[in-house]
């Protein structure tokens, strides 16, 4: 596996190693050993599969208390992917890193807890993959505006009308938001 890091410590590029041939693929997603030697010692507790039209935005999602960390990848279609550091004493607090991910390219993003968490499909039946380090817990919920002007997110959203949730629709600005602790 090749791993990429971000300017945002902590958050993670992950391309796996892909052996192909005219039968198809066969790939490692995750393997806890191989992980744990690349720095990543995680432990999942939950899997969520979502698929959605072209232009659906989810997010930005992040749960406090009981953060999540998340292992994200796209199985169908092609999605954009951000990440947004929410850690307070992080030198990145509010910044935001975004990647393509794609059944194409295999790509996965590794999101440690203290960030929230979205993304836009950016095909018509793009399946969405997430391995979850703690259990959902709507209690905790929360959403951070997506389109947020003091985060500046540059979501390619060309000739697309986002397609949001009433709770995505009404997301806190970054100012409005406690830091993770």
């Known amino acids: 596996m090749n791993v990429t890091l971000t300017e945002i410590e902590g958050l993670v590029v992950i391309e796996p190693r892909v052996f192909g041939d005219d039968r198809g693929f066969f790939m490692e997603s995750w393997n806890r050993k191989l992980f744990a030697d690349m720095g990543l010692d995680i432990d999942f507790v939950q899997d969520n599969h979502s698929r959605s039209a072209k232009g659906v935005l989810r ?78 817990d709507p209690s905790s919920e929360h959403s951070l505006m997506w389109n947020d002007p003091g985060l500046g997110i540059e979501w390619p959203l060309e000739g697309i009308e986002p397609q949001l949730s009433a709770k995505d629709s009404v997301g806190k600005p970054l100012n409005a938001v406690e830091p993770f602790a």
């Open 59 to 136: 997010g930005l999602h992040y749960q406090q208390p009981h953060p999540q960390g998340k292992l994200v990848r796209v199985t169908a279609g092609r999605a954009w992917d951000v990440a947004v550091d929410l850690r307070a004493n992080s030198v990145t607090f509010g910044k935001w890193v975004g990647v393509e991910l794609s059944s194409e390219n295999k790509r996965m993003l590794w999101v440690p807890p203290g960030f929230a968490h979205g993304f836009v499909s950016l095909e018509d039946g793009t399946d969405f993959l997430y391995k979850c380090t703690a259990l959902y």
